[in-house]
C-alpha cells in the first residue's frame, strides 16, 4: 500500500481498526474478558470517587474550597507523573521505533511523523489512566450536581489542555536531553533530571504540605473558612502551575461561575495549544536530526556495537545449575545493552525513593478511627500502585521480549516448566521487596501498633503474589514476539487489562484492610475492644485465597507457555 498516496494516518488508523489476530472461541473469550474488567474498573472508581467526596464533604465536614486545594496537590503529582511516562515512552517512539527507518526514507515531511507519534505516545503513555479518568470525573459532576454541558467543559476545557501540557512537556524534557546528550554522557544527564525531579517535587509537597493543611483547617472546626482566608492554602506561591489552574478552575465551576468567567480554563487551552505549537515548529526542522543524534546517542553508537560480553559476567558461577546460571547471564547481559531496561529500573527506584523520604519523617496520627483509616487506606494504595506499576513494565514484558528467538529456548536442552519458573522467580523478587519495603517503612507513620503492621503485611504478600502471576500469566496469554522493545509491550492493550485486572484486587484487598484497619484504630482512640483472632483470620484467609488464584494463574500461565502458536 501506498503511504504517500493514502496518507500515514490513514493507514495507521487502519493498522490498529483491523487487528493482529483472527477471529475464534479463544480471541472471543480474551476480548469479553477485557471489556468486561474495564467495565468493572469503570463502575468501581466512579463509585469509590463518588462516595469518597460524600465521606469527606459531608462527614469530615472539608469544606469544597479546602478539598480543591488538595486536588490540586494531586493534579501536580499525577502532572509529574505523566511528564515522566510521556518522556519514556517517547525515546522509544521518537528515537527507537523500528520503523523510523523506513517512514523517514518516504516522501513525507518529518513534521508528520511527529504528529503522528506525539498522538500514539499519548495514547500508549495514558491508557488507563483515560478510564481512571473519565469515570472520576462523571463521578465529581454527578456529586455536585453538574450539568453534561458542565462536564463536557471540564473534559475539553480541562482535563484534555491538561494532558496536552503534560504530554508536550514531556516530549520537549525529551528532546532537549538528547540535544544536550551530543555533549554529556546521556546516562548522567538521565541522572540529574531524576534527582532534579525528586527534588522540585519535594520541595513542591514540603511547600503545599497537604496534610497539614487538613490538620491546621480542621482546628478552626466549623469556621474552616477563616483558615483558608488566612492563608496561602491552594498551593503555596506557585499559582503559575496548570495543576493549580485546573484545580481552580474546578472549584469555580461547582461554584456555579459562568464560561466566560472561569478565566483558568482558557488559559489551560491557550497553554497547551501554545506548548504544542512551540513544539511542533521546533519538531518540522528539528526532528530528523534529533532522531539522528538519538540513534547514535541511545542504540546505535560504535560504542554499542563493538561491546562485547564481560568475561568477568561468563565466569561469574551462582551454583545454581549450569543452565540456569547461563539463562542468568544472559538476561543481566540482555538488562544491560537495553538504555530503556535500566532507566526505567531507576525511575521506578527514584520515585520510590522519593515517596519514602517524604513519609518517613511524617506523623499522620489522627485522634478520629474514621479519618485514619482512610490515610491509612490511601498509603496502601497508593504503595499499591507501585507495585502493579513495577509487575506490568517488568513481569508483563518477559516472555514477550525473548523476539522471534524464543525458538531457542523451546529447543534448548532445558525444560520448559524450569524456564518458565525462573522467568517467574528473577522478576518477582524485585516486585516482592520493593513492594513489602514500602509497606514497611511508610505504616510507621501512622503508629498502628505492631498487630495491624503485621495485618497489613499478610495482605501485602497475598496481593504481591496474585499481581505477580497475573501478570506473568496474561504476559503469556498476550504474548507478541514480533515486538521486544518493552516500553511498547508494556503499554499494549493486553497490559492494560493486567493493570485493571491487578487494580481491581488491589482494591478488593484495601476493601479488607479498610475493615479491619478502622477496628484497630477505633481501639487505639476510643479504646473499642476488637477480637484479634478474627483480624488474623480473615488475612490469613485472603492469603490462602491468594495463594489458590496464584497457582491457578500460574497452571493457565504455564500451559499458554507450552501451546504451539506461542513462537508464531
Known sequence: MNIAKYGLTRITLLSYLRGREKFNYRTLAIESATSGVFIILGIGIYLGVKYTLIYTLETVHIPVLLLHNLIAAILFGLFILMIIGNGTTGVTLFILGKELDYLFSLPIRPVKIFILKFTENIFRSS??????????????????????????????????????????????ALFLLIKIARYHEFRVLVFLALVSIIIGTGQYYKSVNPVQQIQEALQYYPDVETYLKQSDALTG???????????????????GYKLLEINEMFFLVLMGLAILLLLTIYSRKNYHSIWLTGRETLHFTDKLKIIKPNRGLLKVQFNLGRQTDSLIKKD?????????????????????????????NMDLFFPDAWRMTILYLGNYIFCGFFVIALAVRFIYPVISMEGNAFWILQSAPVGLRKIFLYKLMKTSFFVYFLGLLLVII????????????????????????????????????YANFSEVNPIFIASSRGATFTFITCLIYLLLSGIILSHLAHQVFAFTVKKVEYYSNYHLAIAITFLAVSIMISLVNLHIGYRSFRREDLSG
Do not use: D, H
Not at 506561591?237 to 461554584?255: D, G, R
Open 332 to 360: 543481566i547481559w540482555y538488562f544491560i545493552r537495553m538504555p530503556v531496561q535500566w532507566t526505567n529500573f531507576l525511575l521506578f527506584i527514584a520515585l520510590i525513593t522519593l515517596y519514602l523520604a517524604s513519609m518517613s
Open 237 to 255: 506561591n506557585l499559582e503559575f502551575l496548570p495543576s493549580t489552574f485546573s484545580a481552580q478552575a474546578l472549584y469555580k465551576v461547582v461554584s
Open 442 to 477: 511508610t505504616v510507621p507513620s501512622f503508629n498502628p501498633g505492631s498487630f495491624l503492621v503485621i495485618i497489613t503485611t499478610i495482605l501485602t504478600v497475598g496481593f504481591i503474589m496474585v499481581t505477580v502471576t497475573i501478570s506473568l500469566m496474561l504476559g503469556t496469554i
Open 127 to 172: 491508557g488507563p489512566m483515560f478510564i481512571i479518568g473519565m469515570a472520576t470525573i462523571l463521578a465529581y459532576g454527578s456529586y455536585f450536581n453538574l450539568s453534561m454541558l458542565q462536564i463536557i467543559y471540564i473534559i475539553c476545557l480541562i482535563a484534555l489542555p491538561y494532558i496536552l501540557i503534560a504530554a508536550s512537556t514531556g516530549i520537549m
